[in-house]
């Protein structure tokens, strides 16, 4: 981005510590967005793991039969 104000030159002790800086926010940000990722494909996995067992027992009759105990 250009600046009409002019930024002073930042030695390379600076240069390399924004340079750090700048990785680490990158590895933050990946590892917030991996976990994110695992949490959504395990509350996916966990979701038909549910419609699927609730799909069998439909099929046999299993959730019928607990309400018609009642």
């Given at each position: 981005?250009?600046?009409?104000?002019?930024?002073?030159?930042?030695?390379?002790?600076?240069?390399e510590?924004?340079?750090?800086?700048?990785?680490?926010?990158?590895?933050?940000?990946?590892?917030?967005?991996?976990?994110?990722?695992?949490?959504?494909?395990?509350?996916?996995?966990?979701?038909?793991?549910?419609?699927?067992?609730?799909?069998?027992?439909?099929?046999?009759?299993?959730?019928?039969?607990k309400?018609?105990?009642?």
């Open positions: 981005m250009l600046s009409l104000y002019p930024h002073p030159r930042k030695s390379g002790n600076e240069q510590e924004v340079a750090l800086q700048n990785a680490s926010k990158q590895i933050v940000q990946t590892a917030i967005l991996q976990a994110v990722q695992q949490v959504s494909q395990e509350s996916q996995q966990k979701e038909k793991r549910v419609n699927s067992s609730v799909s069998l027992q439909l099929e046999r009759g299993e959730l019928t039969k309400h018609e105990k009642k």
